[in-house]
């Protein structure tokens, strides 16, 4: 039968390997020979000649309405239809003409049937446009003439115009330089830049988000997309469906509250909320809460609390669990079209690849009815009963659960239910009850990537109700880090992180903690784009969007880690030392600090003995103070018993009359101490899931070092209002925020803060949080 079927499609032009290839694609190679068989019985002849054929396989490999073949195929047969152009408008016509009867004499008038253009005709409106040719207007102009000719005749004109290319014509140009930002730019003009570049990034993003940039089908125009199923009932479905909308973008996003979002949920937040902002539409926030055994209450806030901290405000907030009872009574309808049927089957039978046919899937309807109505009744043990859809995966896999028996009470219904509906069944028909025009939907879950737009199709179609279009697009992942929710619970179980918040995860409430502010997470998700394909990134990517906000966001302040005193034994008197919050732009303000003849410097910008390339302290070099005017010099270096250097006396010069140093340092003077918290990558590895990259498992790659805790350190005194949450850029350290669990809601002398790094100011690409 193959080898007959090679000849087959051999015989209408196309070569052997082409054939075979169509061989693979069952459901391509049946049409085709639908289509040749037509064709030969309306020729009255087994010949079809190579044109006839080539346009006869370009029609089939892209018709998705199969109920259009034979009409398809006459108009090719008849030579109605004669170029690939027509056939691509052929398409596009009953695309987008979905019901019966079609309109004959409108379909032709769209293909360009009948319409001959003659040479004469092509040279004659190709030289009207003399000077001003334009080879994309000429085709528009002429729309069904042949191309080649078109592009004969153009080249012609220009050759007649213009002349033979000359060697300077042909020389290939160099591309030009790019322009370089002038010396004299400021940093405050460079800071803007940066900014600009992200706010152009943010508007890049919300045009991908525009349907015409995505492709996206118009609300009320689901059948246009590919693999829209449109039955007798669609047309009028879609015409209820866009009066109780008013043909407004309705989007969702749809959560399961048995974990914390991470940073692969931002993107599946803007992407959601931002392109039915990008359209003038709405979104929806509904947890799918079909699952009572692992949802808890503090899910369903911290998920609420993510989206609104990252700018988006849903239009209403609602659960899967709202529409049990509707849920239901589809099932039983389903079960009473021969739809689905109850199964006894245990839940391990049906786990694998090639799963034995359920004995019971052909039991009556009636019979299914009154098991389902027993299921709901808590009549059967958890395992002993499933609802199953009779439905046949694209993987392969027959016919996923839609209920299964769970004696666990509902946070929201309470022991009403003892059945719940499962992802598969729920995902679908929620969205048609809440008139979603868009299904967006993160190729997250492998295991439920099977139930991808065929069968979503399927269920909305078996029960005759509006069928939304699911749009598939790619996870976002990164590396060195794990989001798994089962993981990150082993983390948390085991000790190696302190909850689901610590800042060395990516869940959105670490990076939270982490001091990351919203507007970066946002700018990182439009810099990686709406992609298809799944992508994974490094995390510095995502950090060098944090440094870009809190550059401009973050006021600078003094802080000293590892603290070494420091006397200035001439210091005329104590003064105050305006240090502006922004050194790039003096004029958004300043604050106070204390300058007295006890300060303090890190043990780091110290060296007893000098040594090659270091500019800072030493015994031989002096060292300038940051913002206070003064450099100082060595006089006595102090120790203890250990002959650690526990003190230096210096005396200091004004900065106006001394030698210029070689080198800056920050200090801090009546300093408040706080606790500061360094982290780094939390694993080793890229790719600590690997089990190819860490054979030991994830649990075996953790970074040792990825936590180092100060409890002394020392920060300027500009930070005693600060409140959980505010960041600060400490000078030549990096960028900190103001831990949840500091002591007090405000920092004082006598309640200190936690402070969180969230970047290094050197080292800032090797710190993950």
């Excluded at 153009?154 to 290319?165: A, E, I, R, S, Y």
């Excluded at 732009?585 to 390339?613: A, C, L, Y």
Aim: include cysteine.
């Amino acid at each position: 039968i193959m080898a007959d079927l090679v000849i087959l499609f051999t015989s209408i032009g196309l070569s052997e390997q082409k054939a075979k290839e169509t061989l693979k694609n069952e459901v391509l190679s049946s049409a085709l020979k639908d289509a040749i068989a037509q064709a030969q019985g309306l020729l009255g002849s087994t010949d079809i000649d190579k044109a006839t054929g080539t346009l006869l396989y370009s029609m089939v490999s892209r018709l998705r309405e199969p109920r259009r073949l034979a009409f398809l195929t006459q108009h090719i047969v008849q030579r109605k239809i004669t170029t690939e152009l027509q056939v691509s408008a052929a398409l596009d016509y009953v695309k987008s003409h979905p019901q019966d009867p079609l309109d004959e004499k409108a379909f032709e008038s769209a293909c360009g049937v009948g319409v001959v253009i003659t040479p004469e005709e092509i040279e004659d409106t190709v030289r009207k446009w003399g000077t001003q040719l334009n080879m994309g207007e000429v085709r528009a102009a002429m729309k069904w003439a042949d191309g080649k000719i078109v592009k004969n005749e153009v080249d012609m004109q220009v050759l007649h115009l213009l002349g033979p290319k000359t060697e300077a014509d042909l020389e290939k140009k160099p591309k030009a330089a790019k322009a370089k930002a002038p010396e004299n730019e400021t940093k405050e003009e460079k800071s803007s830049t940066v900014n600009g570049e992200v706010k152009t990034e943010a508007k890049s993003l919300m045009e991908q988000l525009r349907g015409e940039a995505l492709k996206f089908h118009k609300p009320g125009e689901n059948y246009k997309t590919e693999g829209y199923v449109v039955t007798p009932n669609t047309m009028n479905l879609l015409k209820q469906h866009l009066e109780i909308t008013g043909g407004q973008v309705r989007t969702r996003f749809p959560p399961e509250p048995n974990g914390i979002l991470h940073i692969g949920h931002a993107k599946a937040i803007n992407f959601n909320f931002g392109f039915a902002k990008a359209n003038n539409g709405i979104c929806f926030l509904r947890y799918d809460d079909t699952n009572p055994e692992k949802e808890e209450e503090k899910y369903f806030t911290a998920i609420r609390e993510m989206v609104e901290w990252l700018g988006y405000k849903p239009y209403v907030i609602t659960h899967a669990s709202d529409y049990f009872q509707p849920l239901y009574d589809l099932a039983v309808e389903l079960i009473r079209r021969g739809h689905a049927y109850v199964c006894h089957q245990r839940g391990e039978e049906l786990k694998g690849h090639n799963v034995p046919s359920s004995p019971w899937r052909d039991r009556p309807v009636a019979e299914s009815l009154v098991l389902f109505e027993r299921m709901r009744k808590g009549m059967f043990t958890e395992g002993e009963a499933t609802l199953r859809m009779k439905m046949v995966m694209e993987d392969g896999k027959m016919d996923p659960v839609a209920y299964r028996i769970k004696y666990t009470a509902h946070h929201r219904s309470g022991d009403t239910w003892c059945i719940y509906p499962t992802y598969d069944y729920t995902h679908c028909l929620c969205d048609s009850i809440e008139h979603i025009t868009h299904s967006l939907c993160t190729k997250e879950f492998q295991a439920r990537q099977y139930l991808v737009r065929s069968s979503y199709f399927w269920l909305c179609n078996a029960l005759d109700v509006y069928c939304p279009v699911q749009w598939e697009y790619g996870r976002l992942n990164l590396t060195y880090t794990v989001v798994s929710k089962r993981k990150i619970i082993k983390l948390v179980e085991t000790g190696v992180v302190r909850d689901w918040d610590d800042p060395r995860l990516f869940t959105l409430t670490a990076l939270r903690r982490r001091g990351f502010p919203p507007e970066a997470i946002n700018n990182f998700c439009a810099r990686v784009g709406v992609t298809v394909s799944q992508t994974t990134t490094e995390p510095h990517l995502l950090e060098a969007c944090v440094r870009e906000v809190l550059n401009d966001t973050a006021p600078r302040a003094m802080a000293v880690l590892e603290p070494l005193r420091v006397t200035i034994t001439n210091l005329p008197s104590n003064s105050d030392v305006r240090v502006p919050d922004f050194p790039a732009d003096e004029s958004r303000g300043s604050h106070v600090v204390p300058f007295s003849k006890t300060i303090f410097i890190e043990e780091n910008d110290f060296r007893e003995v000098m040594e090659k390339g270091f500019k800072r302290l030493t015994p031989e070099q002096p060292v300038g103070l940051r913002h206070a005017g003064y450099v100082i010099s060595v006089q006595r270096v102090i120790k203890d018993a250990s002959g650690k250097v526990v003190e230096l006396e210096v005396t200091c010069t004004s900065s106006d009359s001394a030698e210029k140093p070689k080198a800056f340092i920050h200090w801090v003077s009546q300093p408040l101490q706080c606790e500061v918290r360094l982290y780094e990558r939390l694993f080793l590895h890229k790719n600590p899931e690997d089990a190819t990259e860490v054979p030991g498992g994830f649990l075996s790659d953790i970074n040792l070092h990825s936590l180092k805790v100060i409890e002394s350190a020392l920060v300027d005194r500009s930070v005693s209002t600060a409140k959980v949450f505010d960041k600060f850029q400490f000078e030549r350290e990096g960028y900190f925020s103001v831990d949840p669990d500091s002591t007090t809601e405000k920092v004082r002398p006598s309640n200190p803060a936690h402070f969180v790094c969230i970047l290094v100011a050197a080292h800032f690409a090797n710190v993950l949080a």
